[in-house]
Structures are given as C-alpha cells and as structure tokens.
C-alpha cells in the first residue's frame, strides 16, 4: 500500500514537502516515482527515484524546483515542491512497479497507486 501525505494550499513561490508512505512490499527493492493530474488533463510523471543507487528523474517542467529522495529504513519517499507555479496544481500520486525495478515517467509501468494528495498553489 502507498499513502501520501502534505498537500495542501500554497502561494505561489512558495514551498511544499509531499510523502509517500509504503507497507506490505519490499518497497526498499523498487523505484518509486510521484505523478500528478491536474483538472481536464492526462497524468503526467513528476519523478522517479531507483532503489539502489538513488538516481533520480524529472520531468523538465519540474527540473530545478522539485527534488525527490527516499528513506529506505522508514519505507518513505518525500518530494520536495519548491518554487512553486499555479500550474503545478494536482493531484500527486505515488507510484511503485509490481514486477519492474527500473525508473520511468510513464504511469503504465506503474502497478501500486496511492490515492493522491491535492497541491492547490494560488495567491
């Protein structure tokens, strides 16, 4: 199971730090990335982190202001919002392979969802 967590209002520029909680797998052996969706529109992939060496992955409309780490022993994987625009409002979601162990931005590779946390940024 993935939960995530801190979302919320924001004003623009300002900051945010998403969490993704992760139970009943072996998160520790998978990549773990953060997608979002905005009203009216597809879902798009934010981030990928892997799970043996850290590499991270970012959409080029976040490169710069978001940063993703993880936390093997807490099973957690946070993503930091920096900078942030009106457009980065979403809903953002977590996302774990069942069966791959390689980063993407493409959510059908993706089999274990968590069921989202809204990031509202407006002034």
């Known amino acids: 199971e993935l939960v995530e967590s801190g979302g919320g209002l924001a004003r623009p520029g300002e900051s945010l730090r998403l969490a993704c909680a992760a139970s009943?797998?072996?998160?520790?052996?998978?990549?773990v990335a953060w997608f979002r969706q905005a009203p009216g529109k597809e879902r798009e992939g934010v981030s990928c982190i892997t799970w043996h060496d850290l590499t991270t992955y970012y959409a080029d409309s976040v490169k710069g202001r978001f940063t993703t780490s993880r936390d093997n022993n807490r099973n957690k994987v946070y993503l930091q919002l920096t900078d942030l625009k009106p457009e980065d409002t979403a809903v953002y979601y977590c996302?774990?392979?069942?069966?791959?162990?390689?980063?993407?931005?493409?959510?059908?590779?993706?089999?274990?969802w968590g069921r989202g946390t809204q990031v509202t940024v407006a002034s």
């Open positions: 009943g797998f072996n998160f520790d052996r998978y990549p």
């Open positions: 996302a774990a392979p069942a069966f791959k162990n390689t980063c993407s931005l493409v959510d059908s590779a993706f089999e274990m």
